[in-house]
């Protein structure tokens, strides 16, 4: 087999794969605390170019009060202020209770009582299709949701 078509059928393998496991996908990230973040974000709803995000957590304290998401990209070295693309944000306790939280600036969000937290809810918007004035996100460093693939960045998705 030529390396071209060995190429090209390893091209082929990863788009099914990708395509295959664009439902809901849900990761577990240790941070420096080993506080465990468990992410889901659902992707099923592809017309309204929305990932629908959420965020199960434990045990955060008055220092975890400020929600960030990504202000730049790994290499890249540009504006991406992707905070701007989030069209919802809510927090949760245990009973399914609303916690206050108050937008600060493009990438931040405060919550009140960051110690009552076990879920904190989002949807963002997609970058490749999302029209900016200014700061567009390149393609190499945003999301795209579309009907037959999806492409996700962390530092696009996940705050």
């Not at 794969?17 to 080993?34: H, M």
């Not at 927090?91 to 609303?98: K, L, M, R, V």
Request: charged share 20%; net charge negative; proline share 4%.
């Amino acid at each position: 087999m030529s390396s071209i078509r060995r190429i090209g059928t390893s091209i082929a393998l990863l788009a099914v794969l990708l395509i295959a496991g664009c439902k809901s996908q849900e990761a577990t990230v240790g941070a420096a605390t080993d506080l465990p973040l468990r992410y889901t974000v659902d992707m099923t709803n592809r017309s309204d170019d929305l990932f629908e995000v959420s965020l199960m957590v434990d045990d955060l304290g008055p220092e975890n009060a400020v929600y960030q998401f990504a202000s730049t990209a790994p290499g890249t070295y540009s504006v991406m202020n992707i905070g701007r693309f989030v069209q919802s944000f809510s927090a949760f306790d245990a009973a399914g209770n609303e916690i206050e939280s108050e937008y600060l600036a493009p990438n931040q969000w405060r919550i009140s009582s960051p110690e009552d937290v076990v879920e904190i809810r989002y949807a963002i918007l997609e970058t490749w299709d999302t029209v900016q004035p200014e700061d567009n996100v390149g393609i190499m460093s945003g999301t795209s949701l579309e009907a037959d693939h999806v492409l996700i960045n962390g530092q696009s998705v996940v705050g």
